[in-house]
T-cell receptor, first 113, second 113 residues
Framework: DGGITQSPKYLFRKEGQNVTLSCEQN?????MYWYRQDPGQGLRLIYY???????QKGDIAEGYSVSREKKESFPLTVTSAQKNPTAFYLC????????????FGSGTRLTVV | AQSVTQPDIHITVSEGASLELRCNYS??????LFWYVQSPGQGLQLLLK??????LVQGIKGFEAEFKRSQSSFNLRKPSVHWSDAAEYFC???????????FGAGTRLFVKA
């Protein structure tokens, strides 16, 4: 079945470390997205990519970085510059007709210890 | 700037009762509008979408929503709630052709027997 795979499901990071969250899709979707979810705040857009080798900052890009070298993959790196990285991270994808809506992965919960 | 307001943080309804979740948006042009549902610790699933045409849209799981331009609203309804509908519901508006979707803070639905 087609879908989005996020790994790992749970991730623990020590302060000062960079970590990379994986997102892979086999839906042949052109666009991919990263959102951060905190209790009571809904989802906030970190980065999005409409095509390979191109991506745009969202509303809260500081302290994060991404790459889009392959259509299927859109990894997110949480750097040590991100001051409050503990959150639930969701990856999504859409066709080039993004107004049809997104398909989401099941998320990665990142905790700083 | 685009924004989405979900006035109710949580709602409790009895099983079999009707449901209406409120959503108001702010957007300069004709919006792309969505409702998503999220079970605890999971990703989001698209319930329904509006981008043109009939202002009453049908979705999955027996949900419907009505776009009212004069009120800047897109309320979600279901005539009879089932215990399995207990989850968090997010309203969203899509800007930039849907490539930049902004989410509300969510409404958590509790269903009592």
């Amino acid at each position: 079945d087609g879908g989005i795979t996020q790994s790992p499901k749970y991730l623990f990071r020590k302060e000062g470390q960079n970590v990379t969250l994986s997102c892979e899709q086999n839906l042949n979707h052109d666009a991919m997205y990263w959102y951060r979810q905190d209790p009571g705040q809904g989802l906030r857009l970190i980065y999005y990519s409409q095509i390979v080798n191109d991506f745009q900052k969202g509303d809260i890009a500081e302290g994060y970085s991404v790459s889009r070298e392959k259509k299927e993959s859109f990894p997110l790196t949480v750097t040590s510059a991100q001051k409050n990285p503990t959150a639930f991270y969701l990856c999504a994808s859409s066709s080039d007709r993004a107004y049809y809506g997104y398909t989401f992965g099941s998320g990665t919960r990142l905790t700083v210890v | 700037a685009q924004s989405v307001t979900q006035p109710d943080i949580h709602i409790t309804v009895s099983e079999g009762a009707s449901l209406e979740l409120r959503c108001n948006y702010s957007y300069g042009a004709t919006p792309y509008l969505f409702w998503y549902v999220q079970s605890p610790g999971q990703g989001l699933q698209l319930l329904l979408k509006y981008f043109s045409g009939d202002t009453l849209v049908q979705g999955i799981k027996g949900f419907e929503a009505e776009f009212k331009r004069s009120q800047s609203s897109f309320n979600l309804r279901k005539p009879s709630v089932h215990w399995s509908d207990a989850a968090e519901y997010f309203c969203a508006v899509g800007a930039n052709g849907g490539f930049k979707t902004i989410f509300g803070a969510g409404t958590r639905l509790f269903v009592k027997a």
